[in-house]
């Protein structure tokens, strides 16, 4: 499971926003202050994503919670996005030469355009489908840190 901790902005009945920042792993180098990768990447990489998630753990605004996604999606999503149209264009050139061999380059070219194209529809149709049926989205795994609410201070004269 791939986590990452961010914060609950907002809430709304069953939903809550939660705001997670972007890390790569210069953040976590020991010389990433004197690499110029690191340096660029402390410059520009100030990324803020809001997502709204089911509050399945009745989280409130302020309190920092554990997101994850599971590996195993994040793999096949990948292998999908990809591959998918690199095999598409592969084999539409691979079809393209055996029923048409004096084909031109111009032709081939197409072909090729024409199978990725066909790629880009199966990613698009697999990411439709993994989202109608919400296996792609993050869940609440935990609550990491709840604030504590002060409601009354009393004072005694001692």
């Known amino acids: 499971m791939f986590t990452e901790v961010g914060q609950v902005i907002a809430a709304e009945d069953d939903t809550v926003w939660v705001q997670t920042q972007s890390k ?3 953040s976590s180098c020991k010389v990433s202050s004197t690499c110029g990768s690191g340096i660029v990447n402390k410059a520009f990489s100030h990324k803020v994503y809001v997502t709204p998630l089911k509050n399945t753990l009745n989280a ?13 999606l994040v793999l096949k999503a990948s ?10 264009l592969m084999l ?3 079809i ?9 380059e ?5 072909t090729a355009f024409i199978g990725l194209l066909v790629g880009f529809a199966g990613v698009s149709w697999f990411s439709r489908r993994k989202a109608q049926q919400h296996k792609m989205e ?4 935990k609550i990491v840190k709840r604030p504590i609410e002060v409601t009354q201070i009393v004072t005694s004269p001692d």
Not at 79 to 88: A, E, Q, R, S
Not at 138 to 141: G, K, S, T, V
């Open 24 to 26: 790569t792993g210069c």
């Open 60 to 72: 409130h605004i302020n309190d920092e919670v554990e997101v994850g996604i599971p590996e195993d």
């Open 79 to 88: 292998l999908v996005v990809y591959l998918l149209p690199l095999l598409c």
């Open 92 to 94: 539409a050139l691979l």
């Open 96 to 104: 393209s030469s055996l029923a048409l061999p004096n084909l031109s």
């Open 106 to 110: 111009l032709g081939s070219i197409f």
């Open 138 to 141: 993050p869940i609440l795994l």
